[in-house]
């Protein structure tokens, strides 16, 4: 993370954990040797909205339309934490302090308007298309459908009989949180099958030869969910198809 | 290009007929010696181009040559062996008993391998122990019960006092004849034994009705429960339906007594910190010849294992395996679906299968459906003879171990566990509760 | 090295040329004489010349140079086999496992001259049941050398211990022999994950059988048993060499799939004062050694079905074996012998099946890597 990043992350931090929190005292008291630290009074709310304070114990404003105890989407957030810096800065003309970097080239999600419609994120940007249109929501159900696929995947990995084996063999026994089944090198020519193979046909001849099952289609949703969790468990390794 | 080759081709024809008429000994082979074209459906041409190597390129007098001297008995101590004698045109280049018999009615311990697509093995012989076509010629000329010359230098000899012969090595190579080119020669005729043009050639190449529905199940089976494909691996770029691998697959183990045979290499080998040439020795017509691979590498990896062989034209080159113990490819089929014949050095991969009767047929279909054109008639009738004997007589089969109802044939599986077997419709116990 | 790289085949056929060269000008009865002749008959003529094949070595006891060394001094060299790992389901359900066990007790059975007594290394039954551990109990009476036996995870869990105790004695044990000080460790205990769970005997079971589920608690041999240990080892001088055998690994490879002793540190603590102590253990069931001060560690093969590396954790000195084909339901496994020597350490030969075997020695642990490096795996390079 560049310095800048950190800063703004700092002031975002600072500017939630102030949000409507006083210190509490017990906190003080495990500081024995150390004299008793200033508390920051936070200033009513005027609006109904939850106050936020910076961590200089002055600079605060009001988020309207935010309760106490539900918290700010991203969005929201750098909104919120970019106001109270400028203040900040307005207050403290002479003060050196870097600006962090706002438009950083995010994961799609920074850029999902929330239920409560702020459209803060998307001033200045691209809009319109299929893939700028994706909401919260939506990432969560297709995280919960992919992740229960996965899952699914993970059972039938562990569980022989599920696949029709039929001497008490599963998946793993010889891949443990399926190591060494390596799906980032096909498509190769698979020894076994002496022809160039894909990783759902080598999970099919494993399945008939050491767990001694019967081979499952291709369509079958059994053999790809075992694909599925077998690919997930290598996120992030390069793909390099053929290596042996 | 291909027409120009086409052309080429046909003048080694001519000049093989024209050279061999005048130079053999005897009648000539016919035309099943005949080199073969490259037009044929399967054809691997990228292979073909691997494996003629830059010392000895094709060239039509040459490989008339080459065929001269391939069914010249000259090259024998007694004037009877050729090549041609074990390696026989009409036999799908082989000699169709158990194992060849060389000078004298003496037989030796293996079974001939056929000449066809021998130029894209990777090492010949059961036990690979020659590097290319052209060292594999020695081994046959100088072995006491094959050919048995003395030396090579005898095989030059008699090669020499042919007038004919002179001449055509001093047209071919430009020197007096010798053994290396005597060499160059037979391997150069050898590389135009080509055998991709079956029925299975043409269908896995798009014709669907080439072959019979029972011949396609046959396919399947092969690359899937018969766990054929795994070492008896074809595609398109090595379509020879081998691994140019080394197995132990139990057949010695069918006749010899193997493990103390094993066992007595094993001691050589750590005793004598080496045995090489001892053990290379005894293999030359002992019962050591079972040990296969062993002999040549000496890794006990290795002992008991034999070549991968190709599928090509297996009802002419009958009767089956290293030694020519099975007689039908039923026989063959059977060895495999029980398990092999357990030994300690049994490959891993030799399971029981449990194949049913209708599989087996249909394998064996399909294993018909690899014969090139010109044996086709001589192939039906022996598919004939093996399916009417396999109707009644399968001393290799053995359905309980198939089914892994009992434990495999073999030494050290008497006992309690010599019943070892899966029952049916059995739950995974991992998922049992209680008790 | 030498020249061009030469194929073993062109080795083969030049040593026969040489060979056939050497015997022409023999008369045909000699020349068949010789070739009926036994191997070392043939050699003991000095017929054949000097040759290059890279052969495996058989590991024999070599006689300690400073046979000096107290503890064992005078002492024969001994040698003891192993087989581990059998997982055996009831016979009803996989017979593979059943064979593969089988094929251990052969080759043990076969060995010439007879070690003096076989290791078990532990996880005789794969789901604890008694069925599973008669089974395996049937099968290892068929050796004929004495058995020693050790207690594995998936023998204990399923009704802790009680089966195992009552076909097989207490789970911890020592003996000695032949100068030699052994123990016989219980490494696999676990601290209670199943009673919060409310977990059946067979849920236990199942959940300590899984590697990477990440819920049973990471082995050790606990406060108990280190106590008797060190008393155990109270009385044993310094200098008698200790095998110690275990199922776990008595160090720390992997946590996760509990490659793992969670007080590793506390028992190579006990064991530290000891010249030559080496640790023999199960569980990995992979090719897999190891030295940490004074004591080296062999891990056994299994004979059920094999491992792969961990992502983490390999010990440096372990040169690895390639991974297992599955095509072949024997790759990767195998059983194996340890040759002690005289001076108390031990070499290790690993019978793998379907490969050649492959020994480590002492002296390449003891060095730490720098002599008697054994034999590297050819990777596919494609």
């Avoid at chain 1, 400028?86 to 994961?107: D, F, G, M, V, Y």
């Avoid at chain 1, 499952?216 to 694909?227: M, T, Y």
């Avoid at chain 2, 037989?107 to 000449?115: D, E, M």
Wanted: hydrophobic share 40%.
């Amino acid at each position: 993370m560049s310095r800048r990043s950190i800063a703004l992350a700092t002031a975002a931090g600072c500017a939630a954990i102030l949000a409507g929190v006083a210190y509490a005292p017990q906190v003080l008291r495990a500081q024995q040797a150390q004299p008793p630290l200033p508390i920051h009074q936070v200033p009513q709310a005027k609006d109904g909205g939850v106050v936020v304070m910076l961590c200089d114990g002055k600079t605060s404003m009001e988020v309207k339309g935010l309760k106490t105890g539900e918290s700010m989407s991203h969005a929201q957030a750098v909104e919120v934490t970019r106001e109270l810096m400028a203040q900040w800065q307005r207050e403290h003309p002479n003060e050196k302090w870097e600006i962090a970097q706002t438009e950083q080239a995010p994961a799609p999600m920074s850029y999902a308007a929330s239920a409560a419609g702020a459209k803060a994120a998307s001033k200045g940007m691209q809009q319109g298309d299929t893939y700028a249109s994706f909401t919260e929501r939506d990432y969560k159900i297709w995280k919960n459908e992919t992740d229960n696929f996965v899952a699914e995947g993970k059972d039938l990995f562990h569980d022989g009989a599920a696949l029709g084996g039929t001497i008490g063999v599963s998946c793993d026994m010889c891949h443990p949180d399926a190591s060494n089944t390596h799906p980032e090198t096909y498509p190769k020519y698979q020894v076994q099958l002496q022809k160039v193979a894909l990783l759902r046909d080598m999970i099919d001849w494993c399945i008939e030869n050491p767990v001694k099952g019967k081979a499952l289609d291709p369509n079958d949703p059994k053999l790809r969910a075992l694909e599925a969790y077998i690919l997930a468990q290598r996120k992030g390794v390069p793909l390099d198809y053929g290596k042996h | 290009m291909k027409s120009a080759r086409t052309l080429l081709l046909s003048f080694f024809a001519a000049a093989a007929v024209v050279v061999s008429y005048s130079l053999s000994s005897a009648q000539g082979p016919g035309p099943l010696a005949d080199p073969k074209s490259e037009n044929q459906a399967g054809f691997p041409a990228t292979l073909y181009s691997w494996v003629i190597p830059p010392d000895n390129p094709q060239a039509p007098a040459k490989v008339a040559l080459g065929k001269a001297l391939f069914f010249d008995d000259r090259l024998s101590a007694d004037g009877k062996v050729s090549c041609g004698h074990c390696h026989a045109p009409d036999k799908g280049f082989t000699d169709q008993l158990p194992t060849s018999m060389g000078i004298r009615a003496q037989f030796g311990q293996r079974n001939a391998p056929s000449i066809l697509n021998a130029l894209f093995n990777v090492t010949q012989f059961w036990d690979g122990r020659s590097p290319t076509l052209e060292a594999q010629i020695q081994g046959p000329v100088t072995n006491p019960v094959e050919m048995g010359m003395k030396s090579t230098d005898d095989a030059v000899a008699a090669i020499k006092a042919v007038p004919e012969y002179q001449k055509q090595f001093q047209d071919v190579f430009g020197h007096d004849v010798n053994f290396a080119d005597i060499e160059h020669a037979i391997a150069a005729y050898e590389r135009t034994q080509l055998a991709f043009d079956s029925p299975f050639d043409k269908f896995i190449n798009g014709d669907p009705s080439a072959i019979s529905d029972s011949a396609k199940r046959g396919w399947a089976i092969f690359n899937g429960k018969g766990r054929c494909m795994s070492c008896h691996g074809w595609n398109p770029t090595q379509p020879l339906f081998t691994d140019q691998k080394f197995h132990n697959i139990g057949v010695s183990a069918h006749k010899s007594d193997f493990v103390p045979l094993a066992r007595q290499a094993l001691d050589v080998l750590s005793k004598s910190g080496g045995g090489s040439e001892a053990i290379d020795k005894l293999a030359i017509g002992t019962d050591m010849s079972g040990l296969g691979r062993f002999l040549v590498t000496k890794q006990p990896h290795d002992i008991g294992a034999f070549r991968t062989m190709s599928l090509r034209n297996l009802l002419v080159t009958q009767p089956y395996f290293h030694d020519g113990s099975q007689v039908t490819l039923w026989d063959t089929i059977d060895h495999y679906n029980k398990g092999g014949v357990q030994n300690p050095y049994l490959d891993g991969g030799i399971v029981p299968l449990g194949l049913t009767e209708a599989e087996e047929d249909d394998l064996v279909v399909f294993l018909a459906s690899l014969t090139s054109p010109e044996y086709a008639d001589a192939a039906k009738q022996e598919y004939d003879l093996q399916f009417k004997r396999s109707r009644t007589d399968r001393p290799q089969r053995d359905t309980a171990a198939a089914n892994g109802e009992k434990g495999r044939d073999g030494p050290g599986l008497a006992g309690p566990f010599g019943d070892i077997g899966p029952a049916q419709n059995l739950e995974n116990p991992a998922l049992l509760g209680g008790d | 090295m030498a020249a061009r790289h030469k194929s073993v085949e062109t080795k083969y056929m030049e040593e026969r040329d040489a060979v056939l060269r050497g015997l022409r000008g023999l008369d045909r009865r000699t020349f068949l004489k010789v070739l009926a002749a036994s191997a070392g008959a043939v050699m003991a003529k000095s017929l054949m010349p000097p040759h290059t094949f890279q052969l495996v070595e058989v590991a024999n006891a070599a006689p300690d140079k400073s046979a000096a060394t107290a503890g064992m001094a005078g002492q024969p060299p001994f040698t003891f086999a192993y087989v581990s790992d059998t997982h055996l389901y009831p016979r009803t359900l996989n017979q593979r496992f059943v064979r593969a066990a089988v094929k251990a007790v052969e080759d043990v059975n076969a060995l010439d001259p007879q070690p003096d007594f076989v290791l078990f290394g532990g996880d005789l039954a794969q789901l604890g049941r008694r069925e599973e551990l008669d089974l395996g109990k049937q099968i290892l009476a068929e050796l004929k050398a004495p058995v020693k036996m050790m207690v594995g995870e998936h023998d204990w869990f399923y009704d802790l211990g009680d089966t195992w105790q009552e076909m097989f004695g207490p789970p911890n044990y020592s003996f000695d022999w032949k100068g030699v000080h052994v123990v016989v460790l219980m490494s696999v205990h676990e601290k209670d994950f199943w009673t919060a769970r409310k977990m059946t005997p067979a849920e236990r079971m199942h959940t300590v059988a899984g590697l990477d589920n990440g819920i049973q608690s990471r082995f050790e041999v606990g406060d108990d048993e280190r106590k008797w240990l060190s008393d155990d080892l109270a009385k044993v001088p310094h200098t008698t060499p200790l095998l110690v055998f275990s199922h776990s690994p008595l160090y720390k490879y992997y946590r996760n799939w509990n490659f793992w002793t969670d007080d590793a540190e506390q028992v190579q603590a006990i064991l530290k004062p000891y010249n030559h102590v080496t640790v023999i253990h199960g569980h990995t069931h992979q090719m897999l050694y190891n030295q940490i001060g004074n004591i080296s560690f062999y891990g056994m093969l299994s004979t059920a079905w094999p491992w792969p590396y961990a992502p983490t954790g390999l010990p440096t000195l372990t040169v690895q074996m390639n991974r297992a084909d599955p095509f072949d339901q024997f790759d990767g496994l195998g059983d194996g012998r340890i040759n002690v020597r005289p001076d108390g350490l031990a070499d290790k030969i690993y019978s793998l099946w379907d490969r050649n075997p492959v020994t480590v020695k002492a002296d390449y642990l003891v060095s730490h890597g720098k002599t008697a490096r054994p034999p590297a795996p050819q990777f596919a390079s494609y």
